[in-house]
């Protein structure tokens, strides 16, 4: 079992639309979570960190939940910009603090 | 640096030969990171690198590939012996410290990497 697993997707919305993208990890010790964004040939870059309570970004909203060990992302309104593959990302605490990524869910957001 | 820079951003080599890959991390950062990303699929966990303690190499899919990182900054992937199926994009990040439960301190910043081609 994938220690981060994701939904490759790929999503396709239109523009405006709600889209959900969700992630699950095997490590019950994983400290912190995140959400990064690959655009196409670029390098991944943070979209933003995942809280306990939850947290939002503008349109973005994540949601940790540890007893399941589960991640969500909710995009609202969704843009054309939008459109790339978004990472789950876990940084593991035991014996280290790895920081392990998901293969990524495509979003492609139509006009 | 003010982001982290690979080198080289390309590279062409033969099956058989030896590559370096270098990263420079960001100023002050401790902890530097490689991973490997092959056409379409995800990041690759290699290695990782934390202050003065041990490296972890639980990710370096052979014992043709190992990483050092001199005077805690710069850092160089070696692959010896290329086979065809090592081209990815080998890609650096740092942070400025790994292993704080919610802190932005162990947020990943990545280089553009170094695309190889293994022909």
């Known amino acids: 079992r994938k220690e981060v697993e994701q939904d490759p997707g790929p999503f396709n919305v239109p523009e405006g639309a709600t889209v959900a993208f969700n992630c699950t990890y095997s490590?019950?010790?994983?400290?912190?979570f995140f959400w990064y964004r690959q655009d196409c040939r670029k390098e991944p870059k943070l979209l933003m960190s995942?809280?306990?309570s939850g947290n939002e970004d503008g349109r973005f909203t994540a949601q940790l939940n540890r007893a399941s060990q589960y991640i969500s992302l909710l995009i609202r309104d969704s843009k054309l910009s939008d459109s790339a593959t978004y990472l789950c990302?876990?940084?593991?605490?035991?014996?280290?603090?790895?920081?392990?990524f998901g293969a990524g869910t495509r979003l492609f957001v139509k006009a | 640096g003010a982001g982290v820079s690979q080198s080289p951003s390309n590279k062409v080599t033969e099956k058989g030969k030896d590559v370096e890959l270098r990263c420079d991390p960001i100023?002050?950062?401790?902890?530097l990171y490689w991973y490997r990303q092959s056409l379409g699929q995800g990041l690759e966990f290699l290695i990782y690198?934390?202050?003065?303690?041990?490296?972890?190499k639980s990710g370096l899919p052979s014992d043709r590939f190992s990483a050092e990182r001199t005077g805690g900054s710069v850092s160089t992937l070696t692959i010896q012996r290329t086979q065809q199926e090592d081209s990815a994009v080998y890609l650096c990040?740092?942070?400025?410290?790994?292993?704080?439960?919610?802190?932005?301190?162990?947020?990943?910043?990545f280089g553009a990497g170094s695309r190889l081609t293994v022909l």
């Open positions: 990040a740092s942070s400025l410290l790994a292993g704080q439960a919610f802190s932005g301190a162990n947020v990943l910043t």
């Open positions: 490590n019950s010790a994983s400290q912190s």
């Open positions: 995942v809280y306990s």
């Open positions: 990302v876990v940084n593991s605490g035991t014996g280290g603090f790895k920081t392990i």
């Open positions: 100023s002050g950062h401790t902890a």
């Open positions: 690198f934390q202050g003065n303690s041990a490296p972890d």
